[in-house]
C-alpha cells in the first residue's frame, strides 16, 4: 500500500472511534421513520395475495439479504461476488445448531448470525485490504473454497450435495414451522434490519462509509482509521447476510449446498442494480423485482438468463440510479421540490 | 511423479493461453473482462460443429472456429468494453458479465444443455524412457512455449506489440504522441479472444464441453493473472505453469481439492502482496 497509511498510527484530533449503539441511541428518530416501516410493511402485505405467503417470506429474505449486500456495495462502494459464502454459513449453522444442540429457532438463528459475522471478522481481516476487482474476486475465491468445504471435506456434518432437513421446535407460542407465523416473523425482521440500516447509514458512521466510497484517501487524511470502518462494515454486512441465511434454513426446513452456491452471487447484484444502489428502499424494491423475475419470468420468457443479461446491460448504460431512482426523480418531478421528504440524499453514482 | 509434473505442465498451458487475454485486457483498458468466458465456450462450440461436419479433420476445425471467434471478439470489444473505458471497475465487471449470461443462454439456445464428447484427435502416445505420454498433450505444451515467444518477438519487434507495451505502461502518454490508442486496444482484445479460444479448442478433446464450461476456466485464469500480476505478460506465463502444477500435484494426491487449492495460493499471494486495483 501507498505511504500515506503512516498517518494512521499517529493520532490525529478526530480519530475517535464511532460507538455503533451510541450512533443507534443518539440519533433523533424522525417522524418518518414510523411511516416508512408502516409502508414497507403495508406494502408486502398488499402483494402477498398475488402470489403466496410462502412466496412472499422467501422475497422477504432476500431482501434481508439484498440489504446486506447493498450496505457493502451501495454504500462503501465495494462490490462483492462471494456474499453468499456468509448466506450459507448462517444457514449452515442454524441448521447444524438445531440439529445438534437444540431446536429453539430463535437460539439457531442467533448462532448463525454468529458465525456468519465470526467469519466474515476473520476473513474480513484479510479481504478489506483490497479494492475494486480484487475485493471482488477475493471474496469469490473464498465463496469457492467455503462451497468446496461444505460439499466435499466437511461431507460428515453437512451430508454435502443432499444437505438434511432442519425442524424447529416450538419456542413458546412461536412455531416457526407454520407459515403465517413465519411471515410475521420475517417481516419483524425486514423491518428491523431497514430501521437499524437506516439509523446506522444517517448517522455520522454512515456518512463515513460513504466517503470511504467517494475517496478512501480523503478520509484517511481526515485522520479516521479508514480499515477499522471498512472492516466493521463488512463484519455487519456478513451477519446481516448470516440472519437472512439462517431464516432461509428455517423457512425451507432444509439446507443444502445450493445456498452457498457461487453462481447465485449475480441475483443480488442485479438486485441491489435494478432497485438502485447506495439505498435500502432501492434495495427491497430491487430484491422483489429480483424475486419476480426470476420466480414468475420463466414460465412466461424461456430465455430468461438472456432477458437478465440484456437487462443489466441496459441498467449500466443507461439506467444507474435503479428503479427507486426512476421513482425518486418521478416524484422529485411532481412534487416541484428539490429534495423528497422521507428519502434518503441520492447518491452521485 | 512424472505424469503428475507432465499433466501439470498441460494444465499450465491451457490457463496461460486464456489468462494472457485477461491479463492483456485489463493492463491495457482497465477492464475485468467475464465476457472472456464466452469467446472460450463458442469456440468450442464451433470447432465441435465443424468436427461433425468435417468428420475427422481436427486442426481445420480448430483453426476455423478461431477465425470465428474473431469477429464476436470485435462486436463485444466495439459495443460493450468501448463504452466502459474509464468507467469504475464495478459496471464493467457487471456488464461484462451480462454478456456473459446472453452468450451461454444464446449457446444453450442453439446447441442445447447436453454435453457433447469430443475424443482426443490424435490419441497415439509417444513413449520413451519406460513413460508413455499423449502426443496431443506433448503437443498443447509446445504451442505453449512456442506461443509464449511469439508473443514476446510480438511484443518486443512489431511496432503494434511496442505500441501495445507502452500503453500497459502509461496510456494517456501514448495517447499523447498521436496514438489512436483505441484501435490498438481493439487489436489487443481480439487477439486475447481468439488465444481463449484457442485455448478453449485445444483443451475440449481432455475435458467435457458443455455451456457452463467457461465460468470455472475463467476463476481459474483470472487467479493465474492476479498471482502473475495484472498485464504482465511474463509473469502470466509463470504463473499459469504454476498454478497448473499446484493442479495436477493437489489433484494427485486429493482429487476434489484441486481447484481449491488454486484459490488458497491466490489469497495468499493477494494477503501478502495487495494489488491495488
Known sequence: MKKELSLDEGKAPCDKPIDLLAELRSTPIKEHGVIDLLGIAAFFLVITPLLSTHRITDFMIFCIFAMSFDLLYGYMGRLSFGQMLYLGTGAYFCGLFIRYVSGNPLLAILAGIAFAGFLSMLLGLIIVRTTGACFALINLAFNHIGFFLVLSPLRGITRGEDGFGVSASKFGSLSLTSRPIMFGFVLLCVLLVFYVLRRLTSSPYGILIRSIKEDETRVRFLGYNTFYYKWLTFVLAGSIAGLAGSLTALNYSYVNPNAMDVHSNVGVVFACLIGGAGNLYGAIVGGVVYMIISNLLPIYIYRWEMFLGFSLIIIVFRFRTGVWGYIQRSWEYLVKRKVVPGAMKKEAI | ?277
Not at chain 2, 465443424?50 to 464476436?72: C, E, H, S
Open chain 2, 1 to 277: 511423479m512424472i505424469y503428475t509434473i507432465f499433466y501439470g505442465l498441460t494444465i499450465g498451458a491451457i490457463l496461460y493461453f486464456i489468462s494472457i487475454g485477461l491479463s492483456l485486457t485489463f493492463g491495457t483498458m482497465r477492464v475485468i473482462n467475464f465476457a472472456h468466458t464466452i469467446t472460450y465456450t463458442i469456440g468450442v462450440y464451433i470447432l465441435i460443429t465443424f468436427v461433425n461436419f468435417l468428420k475427422w479433420y481436427f486442426p481445420l476445425g480448430a483453426i476455423l472456429a478461431i477465425l470465428t471467434v474473431i469477429p464476436i471478439g470485435y462486436v463485444i470489444e466495439r459495443f460493450i468494453i468501448r463504452r466502459l473505458y474509464g468507467e469504475s471497475l464495478d459496471y464493467t465487471f457487471i456488464a461484462t458479465f451480462a454478456v456473459a449470461l446472453i452468450g451461454v443462454d444464446a449457446i444453450k439456445w442453439i446447441w442445447g444443455v447436453r454435453p457433447y464428447p469430443i475424443s482426443d484427435p490424435i490419441g497415439t502416445y509417444l513413449m520413451f524412457w519406460g513413460l508413455s505420454l499423449p502426443v496431443y498433450r506433448i503437443i498443447i505444451v509446445i504451442i505453449a512455449i512456442l506461443l509464449f515467444f511469439g508473443l514476446n518477438i510480438f511484443f518486443k519487434r512489431t511496432i503494434v506489440g511496442k505500441i501495445v507495451v507502452a500503453a500497459l505502461e502509461d496510456k494517456d502518454g501514448v495517447r499523447c504522441l498521436g496514438i489512436s490508442v483505441d484501435k490498438y486496444f481493439s487489436i489487443v482484445f481480439v487477439l486475447g479472444s481468439a488465444l481463449a479460444a484457442l485455448g478453449g479448442v485445444l483443451y475440449a478433446p481432455i475435458s467435457s464441453v458443455h455451456p457452463y464450461m467457461g465460468l470455472s476456466v475463467l476463476l481459474l485464469s483470472f487467479a493465474v493473472v492476479i498471482v502473475g500480476g495484472m498485464g504482465n505478460l511474463n509473469g502470466t506465463f509463470l504463473s499459469a505453469f504454476a498454478l497448473g502444477m499446484v493442479m495436477s500435484i493437489t489433484a494427485r494426491y486429493w482429487s476434489q481439492g484441486a481447484e481449491t487449492m488454486v484459490f488458497i495460493v491466490m489469497a495468499i499471494v493477494l494477503i501478502f502482496r495487495p494489488i491495488d486495483i
